[in-house]
T-cell receptor, first 116, second 110 residues
Framework: EPEVTQTPSHQVTQMGQEVILRCVPI?????FYWYRQILGQKVEFLVS????????KSEIFDDQFSVERPDGSNFTLKIRSTKLEDSAMYFC??????????????FGPGTRLLVL | GQSLEQPSEVTAVEGAIVQINCTYQ??????LSWYQQHDGGAPTFLSY????GLEETGRFSSFLSRSDSYGYLLLQELQMKDSASYFC???????????FGAGTRLFVKA
């Protein structure tokens, strides 16, 4: 199973501030996903990303959010002007291309974001 | 719209077999995955069905019927450590978008 790390593990920020969440997979040629999970609720898809482009995004992923792969390894999620309701666990996930592997995503440990 | 339905809770005893059902209504269906999540942890991949039929991986099996928009996860020889939340997730749009169900909380009793 591939290793996916996320930093920071916890982030506390003031409402209106910008946060950047990072995901570091160990392999290249991957598809990337960002999800969020509000405490006690289901996992919600935010965005998928491949080859330096957004592949698909949800209704949640509005202009407040952006993703990029700035240095070819890290994969970042930026949340501009955070709101109280952005408080959640944010998970990065990766998958490998092709066939049956499309259904297999490997999740990082998550970043718990708290907006005060 | 897109929706997935799964039971909110299931309770079973150690050593038993439990089935968690999932019905879905989505556009651009590509496949159905199952994930396990322990409290405070990240989702962990269990099984995937891209075609109709049964997929078996150790104590876990998953089934899909695309004509019925229905799938299930079967857990055999239940252990206490299987107590967790189980999510079905539909892949759509060529696998680029994943919609999760609300999750089924499984309680395994001794």
């Amino acid at each position: 199973e591939p290793e996916v790390t996320q930093t920071p593990s916890h982030q506390v920020t003031q409402m209106g501030q910008e946060v950047i969440l990072r995901c570091v997979p160990i392999s290249n040629h991957l598809y990337f996903y960002w999800y969020r999970q509000i405490l006690g609720q289901k996992v919600e898809f935010l965005v998928s990303f491949y080859n330096n482009e957004i592949s698909e995004k949800s209704e949640i992923f509005d202009d407040q959010f952006s993703v990029e792969r700035p240095d070819g390894s890290n994969f970042t999620l930026k949340i501009r002007s955070t709101k109280l309701e952005d408080s959640a666990m944010y998970f990065c996930a990766i998958r490998f291309p092709g066939g049956r592997l499309k259904g297999t995503q490997y999740f990082g440990p998550g970043t718990r974001l708290l907006v005060l | 719209g897109q929706s997935l339905e799964q039971p909110s809770e299931v309770t079973a005893v150690e050593g038993a077999i439990v089935q968690i059902n999932c019905t879905y209504q989505t556009s651009g269906f590509y496949g159905l995955s199952w994930y396990q999540q322990h409290d405070g942890g990240a989702p962990t991949f269990l099984s995937y069905n891209g075609l109709d039929g049964l997929e078996e991986t150790g104590r876990f099996s998953s089934f899909l019927s695309r004509s019925d928009s229905y799938g299930y996860l079967l857990l055999q020889e239940l252990q206490m450590k299987d107590s967790a939340s189980y999510f079905c997730a539909v892949l759509s749009t060529g696998g680029f978008k994943t919609i999760f169900g609300a999750g089924t909380r499984l309680f395994v009793k001794a």
